[in-house]
């Protein structure tokens, strides 16, 4: 029985950044399985979509992007293409973050975007067994949208 109590503990620090972006760890924790060492890896195929990859003992578990769109787009078009989340589930009031258990999109509020006639937007993924939540998916994609904001993403 030690032995499955010791599989279930976490025993690397939680990152307080996810490719280069500042998290901030008490959002991301629940999105954080168990296990020894966690890895980042940064993936930017297409222009404007930047994704970094998050595994925990060489398995994927989290995937956040930030992705650039037309102006006009919501959360639901993004949604619209993403695994995880969908246009139909759970909305903010504001309109600006869609959530569900496993996966998540944000409006980020850029007061210069420096990329006109876009929007920026984040997203979210956790490839877990278990997912972490519509709570926690909704209070990490508002805190990461926050952090992006004020990052060199936006301006």
Do not use: H
């Not at 246009?87 to 309109?95: L, S």
């Amino acid at each position: 029985m030690s032995a499955c109590a010791e599989e279930r503990e976490r025993e690397y620090e939680i990152p307080g950044s996810l490719c280069g972006t500042a998290v901030q760890t008490e959002a991301l924790e629940p999105l954080m399985p168990p296990g020894k060492e966690v890895s980042t890896q940064t993936s930017s195929g297409v222009e404007g979509l930047t994704r970094c990859r998050v595994s925990v003992d060489g398995r994927q578990v989290l995937s956040v992007g930030v992705d650039w769109q037309k102006e006009g787009r919501s959360p639901s078009d993004v949604a619209s293409f993403l695994a995880g989340v969908e246009p139909g589930d759970k909305e903010t009031e504001d309109g600006r973050y869609l959530y569900s258990d496993e996966g998540a999109v944000g409006e980020v509020v850029c007061p210069e975007p420096r990329r006109p006639g876009r929007k920026l937007f984040v997203t979210a993924r956790a490839d877990q067994d278990e997912a972490p939540g519509e709570t926690a998916m909704k209070e990490f994609i508002a805190a990461y949208a926050q952090a992006v904001g004020k990052s060199d993403e936006c301006s």
